[in-house]
């Protein structure tokens, strides 16, 4: 049950276009198509924004996008703006009917 | 307007016990499986249990299996977590989440002090 592989922090300016990682294993990432990216500003409640690695829950903007492939998922935020700087996590169901988050990434708007 | 409300965090000393409490509204509760996730100071989330819409199964990370149990009370749209042998490191903000494969809606958290 080892977290999944996030960068700690990635940051751009606004209008750019970033992308986050999210590397696991056979057992997670590589097995399930579970997989889905929550945002988070401190004291609130985290929320998703990706589910099945590339589906947008109803009213999150299109801004928002993800893929998959193998062991590696990635979120890609494009036109990038100052309310997206925020923790962002990748989260995979696992062997043995359990969740695995990642290590948590910290988007910076410069 | 789905709602999530957790409550019962506090301080409590080193092999002390705490049972935390999410009700819920919104959605048909008994329909879905749910789930206790935490945050610890300075950590990323980590996922702690779950637990189907009939009880049937429940399932735990390695580092709680023996101390924590998850149960839910259907007829008061309830989640629990009773949290026994309490430890240094269970210091976090615990989260109760819907799941329908991914955690779609989240509650505020309650905060678990550990410490003597």
């Known amino acids: 049950q080892s977290a999944l592989t996030q960068p700690a922090s990635v940051s751009g300016s606004p209008g750019q276009s970033i992308t986050i990682s999210c590397t696991g294993t056979s057992s997670d990432v590589g097995s399930y198509n579970l997989l889905s990216w929550y945002q988070h500003h401190p004291g609130k409640a985290p929320k998703l924004i990706i589910y099945e690695g590339n589906k947008r829950p109803s009213g999150v903007s299109n801004r928002f996008s993800g893929s998959k492939s193998g062991n590696t998922a990635s979120l890609t935020i494009s036109g990038l703006q100052a309310e997206d700087e925020a923790e962002y996590y990748c989260c995979s169901y696992a062997a043995g009917n359990t969740y695995v988050f990642g290590t948590g990434t910290k988007v910076a708007v410069l | 307007e789905v709602q999530l409300v957790e409550s019962g965090g506090g301080l409590v000393k080193p092999g002390g016990s705490l049972r935390l409490s999410c009700e819920v509204s919104g959605f048909t509760f008994s329909t879905y499986t749910m789930n206790w996730i935490r945050q610890a100071p300075g950590k990323g989330l980590e996922w702690v249990s779950s637990?189907?819409?009939?009880?049937?199964?429940?399932y735990y990370i390695d580092s709680v299996k023996g101390r924590f149990t998850i149960s839910r009370d259907n007829a008061k749209n309830s989640l629990y977590l009773q949290m026994n042998t309490l430890r240094a490191d269970d210091t976090a903000i615990y989260y109760c989440?819907?799941?329908?494969?991914?955690?779609?809606?989240w509650g505020q958290g309650t905060l678990v002090t550990v410490s003597s």
């Open positions: 989440a819907r799941s329908s494969g991914s955690h779609d809606y």
């Open positions: 637990i189907t819409g009939s009880s049937n199964y429940k």
